[in-house]
Structure formats: C-alpha cells, structure tokens
T-cell receptor, first 114, second 113 residues
Framework: KAGVTQTPRYLIKTRGQQVTLSCSPI?????VSWYQQTPGQGLQFLFE???????NKGNFPGRFSGRQFSNSRSEMNVSTLELGDSALYLC?????????????FGPGTRLLVL | QKEVEQDPGPLSVPEGAIVSLNCTYS??????FMWYRQYSRKGPELLMY????GNKEDGRFTAQVDKSSKYISLFIRDSQPSDSATYLC?????????????FGKGTKLSVKP
C-alpha cells in the first residue's frame, strides 16, 4: 500500500505571495492532518480534516487554510507569505478503523520564503 | 510551561549501547502516547504507540508510560548506526487518529560505529 504523498517536495516563494500544498493520504484513510515543523517551535498542528469537514484547528492565523476533497486528498493554502512561514509542512493521514489508530506522515513539503 | 518537554540532546552513544529517551508532560488528560523517528529531510515515521500506563515492546524498542508521574520513555537496545535520527514523542487526548498530536521538540541521537 502506498504511503502518504505530498507535492511539491520543495518550494521557494517570496514574501506576499501565496502557496498551495497538496497531500494524498494512504488509500482508505479519511482523516488528514497538517503540521508545520520549524527548528525553533518543532512540530505544530495546523488543522485536521475528516470527510471533507474541518474537525480540529490549531493556533495559526487565518492566512493558513485548508480543504479536503471527496477522495480524501487535501490541500493547504498559505496567503500573504511571511519569512517566518519558512518550514517543513507535513501531512499525516489516519483511519479510525480497528488496529492501532494513529497518524502516518508523508515526506513533507519544504517551503522557503525569501 | 510547555505541554510536552523533551531534552533536545544531542545524544551520542557507541554502537551496541542501550539508549533511553524521555518526555514529560503536564496535561493529565493525555491518554495516547507515540514515538516517532525522523531521519534528516524525511517525514516522521511511527515507531511505537501505547495507551495508558505500562510497557510495550517491539523488537529492540520498548516504550514505557508512567501516567502517575506524567513521564514516558523509549528504550533502544543494541543500538545501531542506522538508529541515528531525531526521536519525537507525541501524545493526545483522543485516539491517536483523531485531533491534534502534541509533540515534543525531539531528541537528536547519534550512534557511533
């Protein structure tokens, strides 16, 4: 079974631009969560989607948004980019059906804002 | 006080050593505890998943949870150079598949041949 995939893997943007990142979950997984990872703050939760609905949201400004499609694929968008948005953005998928219920991460998208 | 505290290291050990990695937490509502391993420039990989207090063993890895002390540990026996990575503890209130995971900042481990 293929793992979580994220595109693009690397991205360079300038301040003020916007960016869209994509995540395809493990087949059969309906929950997708997004995290931001920086050296200073570590891994921080952005939001979680389940069946196309945002189920949980972290403490990030409204410039960070996301959505989930009917096939469980998810996108996150960051508008008006700031230098501090440079980070590794990680997507995780999960399935609350039996077994060990936990989140499996993709390789991440590394975003550099200049 | 941060919800989850983890010594960032770095921790350097010789091959074959027993490694002990630890996290403390402040929120007594946490019930699900995980350890992830993250290699450089890769996403976190799930190593261990535990619920409630006690020990769980998987090969060379043992996860230990002490909810009364709000303390979790990961032990690695017979450490190998391939174990060199950053180890992240994570926890949450609900099932691990739901809601947000709260992570420690990670401990960077180096196993020298």
């Amino acid at each position: 079974k293929a793992g979580v995939t994220q595109t693009p893997r690397y991205l360079i943007k300038t301040r003020g631009q916007q960016v869209t990142l994509s995540c395809s979950p493990i087949s059969g997984h309906r929950s997708v969560s997004w995290y931001q990872q920086t050296p200073g703050q570590g891994l921080q939760f952005l939001f979680e989607y389940f069946s196309e609905t945002q189920r949980n949201k972290g403490n990030f400004p409204g410039r960070f948004s996301g959505r989930q499609f009917s096939n469980s694929r998810s996108e996150m968008n960051v508008s008006t980019l700031e230098l501090g948005d440079s980070a590794l953005y990680l997507c995780a998928s999960s399935s609350p059906q039996g077994g060990e219920e936990t989140q499996y991460f993709g390789p991440g998208t590394r975003l550099l804002v200049l | 006080q941060k919800e989850v505290e983890q010594d960032p290291g770095p921790l350097s050990v010789p091959e074959g050593a027993i490694v002990s990695l630890n996290c403390t937490y402040s929120n007594s509502a946490f019930q699900y505890f995980m350890w992830y391993r993250q290699y450089s420039r890769k996403g976190p990989e799930l190593l261990m998943y535990t619920y409630s207090s006690g020990n769980k063993e998987d090969g060379r890895f043992t996860a230990q949870v002490d909810k009364s002390s709000k303390y979790i540990s990961l032990f690695i026996r017979d450490s190998q150079p391939s174990d060199s990575a950053t180890y992240l503890c994570a926890m949450n209130h609900y099932g691990g598949s739901q809601g947000n995971l709260i992570f420690g900042k990670g401990t960077k481990l180096s196993v020298k041949p």
